[in-house]
């Protein structure tokens, strides 16, 4: 039986709102892990909600530009279109146009997944990376301080699609993972390494991800359709920033906190 997880929502007006509620979260525990061990490891993911994010954090009159410690941040990426940076469809080079050349984060604390390589040789490659900037021994997997998550329509998460072979893999950092229904290869952190966040964080907006959004949390478990389920945090703890109309078919959030972002309203359940 697996370990009961308890699952945060906090639900946002606006999807700007939500935006800017993880903007805060990652300026947040990049100062935390800073002060507390002298750097930050966070890894981030493709889609639109980061993509808005990124853009508040590199703003130079908004609060974070100037204010986070950006030398203490060690970026990497949760996964990867098999494409060049300079791709439109690549999630390193979105990054990179939104927030990488527009704040002093050192080129050398930045670790992207090699898209424009042999698939199966990129995975490795990271998985290198992955070992050699954590030193990590054995079997021994990364610890971010916040690994950022979205949600496809089809209950993706990072490129663990449904009924693909990466779903399966557990002794592995990093795949190569076919993706038939897309016909195509992607890169990605597996879902073991992902659990082993300090924190996981999903960002979802629209309604277009309200009924698979519910399926997920609230409906029968069978990851090999939702690979979504398989984000189990071994801390316990999962948390779900999202807009009224991603959050329309959840059970009701009827705590409401106000903050200087604006009100949400945060609700509780345990999967």
């Keep these: 039986m697996a370990k009961p997880v308890t699952v945060t929502y906090e639900v946002w007006a606006k999807k700007e709102e939500t935006a800017m509620a993880m903007a805060r979260l990652f300026a947040r525990k990049v100062e935390e892990a800073a002060a507390k061990r002298g750097v930050a490891r966070i890894a981030v993911s493709g889609g639109s ?8 954090l590199a703003d130079p009159a908004g609060p974070f530009a100037t204010t986070v410690p950006w030398d203490k941040l060690q970026l990497y990426w949760v996964d990867e279109r098999c494409v060049a940076p300079e791709h439109p469809e690549s999630n390193y080079g979105v990054c990179r146009e939104l927030l990488l050349n527009k704040v002093p984060l050192p080129a050398a604390n930045v ?10 040789e990129a995975a490795a ?16 997997s990364p610890a971010f301080d916040l690994l950022l998550l979205g949600m496809g329509p089809d209950g993706h998460t990072a490129s663990l699609f449904p009924h693909t072979e990466g779903l399966e893999v557990i002794n592995r950092l990093v795949i190569a993972n076919h993706v038939p229904q897309k016909d195509t290869w992607r890169i990605s952190l597996t879902a073991p390494v992902i659990n082993q966040a300090s924190e996981v964080v999903f960002a979802i907006e629209g309604e277009g991800k309200a009924d698979v959004l519910a399926a997920v949390l609230t409906g029968p478990r069978n990851p090999e359709e939702l690979p979504s389920q398989l984000i ?3 801390n316990g703890k999962l948390l779900f920033l999202l807009d009224e109309a991603a959050a329309a078919k959840l059970p009701a959030a009827n705590d409401i906190f106000a903050s200087e972002d604006g009100s949400r309203k945060v609700g509780t359940l345990e999967i």
């Design 111 to 120: 670790h992207r997944m090699e898209g424009e390589l042999d698939p199966e």
């Design 232 to 234: 189990r945090p071994s």
């Design 125 to 140: 490659r990271y998985e290198t990376v992955l070992r050699n900037t954590m030193k990590l021994e054995g079997a021994e």
């Design 49 to 56: 909600t980061p993509q808005e994010s990124f853009n508040l």
